[in-house]
């Protein structure tokens, strides 16, 4: 994984700040063209992606692959939580702490990388230790089995 692509401790007031925190990081790196931004905040507005966990709540927002350049995702751990609406349940809000914002140019590759997300999002041991992560390298390592 990019180190550049995790972020720790992000201060966001919404979900539009920690999308554009995290897709800048994207952009910077070249991973998704100057369209993606704004099409997954667009996307969001109309198909949320707030998972509730249990324990844990999660976002991953993401777009269509015409504004990716090259598939990867990036990982805000948030100082504090932020209301996003829930995929299931759209009218609903949830409080995120955890935000994975994807870029897949290849389509059948996203069934694999949600695969894995889940596997991650299944394991409440390893959410807590990405959680409470304290540096770039820690979070790497816990998901370094990640395949993109």
């Known amino acids: ?3 550049d692509l995790i972020a720790l401790n992000v ?4 979900p539009k700040s920690v999308i554009r925190e995290l897709g800048t990081r994207m952009l910077a790196k070249n991973y998704v063209k100057d369209t993606y931004i704004d099409a997954v905040l667009e996307r969001e507005s109309k198909l949320p992606t707030g998972l509730d966990l249990g324990e844990f709540c999660v976002a991953i927002p993401h ?3 015409e504004h990716v350049n090259i598939s990867n995702f990036a990982i805000g751990i948030l100082k504090n939580p932020v209301e996003f609406h829930s995929m299931s ?3 609903k809000t ?6 994975f ?6 389509p059948a ?3 694999g990388l949600l695969g894995n997300l889940m596997k991650i999002f299944q394991n409440v041991e390893l959410m807590k230790n990405i959680r409470n992560a304290t540096t770039k390298k820690e979070v790497d390592d ?3 089995f990640i395949q993109i």
């Open 101 to 106: 914002l994807l870029a897949v140019k290849d």
């Open 11 to 14: 201060e966001a007031e919404d």
């Open 89 to 91: 349940e759209p009218t």
């Open 63 to 65: 777009t269509n692959t």
């Open 142 to 144: 816990l998901l370094d």
């Open 1 to 3: 994984m990019d180190l």
């Open 109 to 111: 590759s996203q069934v």
């Open 94 to 99: 949830l409080k995120i702490g955890l935000v």
